[in-house]
């Protein structure tokens, strides 16, 4: 077994976890800013197509995106968990909720993959320029035609940019899940894991928000 | 500080599920406008519990949770100002009307 020694710039392992932890913190600020920009974007774009929003949203696989959001919230938790068992120094237990969550971030990631081959088989791509634009529109004039492609274009960027962030997630899990093994349970080594951890909990409050703003709030009842 | 258990952690795990639950199910209603408040008000408290019990931010320290708060300071100086002037504007010029097109003003429902 490895040992994780503390870094020559800090006095005590209690230090550097402290500093880790503030530094992923502010990590998470930024990527929560970055988010931002998009779900502005959001908020703006339905604010002047609420016709084009509410046919997109409504057109979304409600139960699919639900799903995907039971097994964000559950893999949240085993990895919470993961972090409990670390801190009990149980890297073996740790090891068995770090491959429950990337289970679940796999899982996330194939339904997700499923519902944009839906979209794609129906036409509605990134971009616009289909049948299924012209058939859906809320209105047929060159404006309105202009608001569906926008919506779906949106949509692809926050779900992606999200998805992204979950390939992201489980890497880090991945690579936690070899290191717990490796290296000797320590203060250090915990600091890790509830970093990695912190990184999949973030991953998962951005999709509690996309989820009710691509699947829930179209007003329609399909 | 509070300490979290695992006992907290799984009665957290438990108010997640069931405010997912009650998110759908208030999905399939009509609430006259409310549905978007109602729907960002939920995932609001669930983000809320996500951070403080599975993040450990209710044992973190107040370095982390300033950390935090000016993200959320900005996402709602950045969100209102946006809100507020998109309102006060007509439709964006995405493209020029061309004849025989109704004009923009008149698609708004």
Redesign the interface.
Known sequence: MRELAVAEHFSTAEQQG?AA??GM??F???E??LF??M??LY??GR??Y??AFAVGIDHNL?WLG?LN??IL??S??L???G??EMRSRRSAATARFLLGTMALGLAFLVLKAVEYGVHMGEGAVPGGGTAFYLEHSP?K????V?ALP?FFGLYYLMTGAHALHVIVGLGVLGWLFFEVRRVSPSPLLEVRV?LG??YW?LV??IW??L??LF???G?G?A | MIA?S?KL??G??GA??VL?AI??GV??L?LGGF??SV??G??AV??AF??L????LLE??T??VL??F???F??AL??TF??VD??ARD??P??P??EG??P?RD?R?
Do not use: C, N
Request: proline content about 5%; glycine content about 6%; aromatic content about 10%.
């Open positions: 402290d932890r503030l913190w502010i998470l600020a930024s929560i800013l931002t920009g779900f502005t908020a703006g604010a002047h609420p016709g409600r639900s959001t039971v919230i559950v949240s938790y990895v919470a968990r972090v409990h209105g004039t060159a404006w309105a202009d926008f509830e951890a912190l909990h998962d409050v509690i928000f989820w009710p699947y829930l709030t007003g009842t | 979290i695992s952690q799984m957290t795990l997640l599920l997912t998110s759908y999905s399939f009509d549905d978007m729907a960002i939920i995932a669930k983000a996500v951070i019990v599975f993040m450990h973190g320290k370095s982390m950390a935090l000016s993200a959320l900005f996402v950045l969100v946006v809100g998109t309102a439709l964006p995405l493209r009307p061309t097109v109704i923009p698609l429902p």
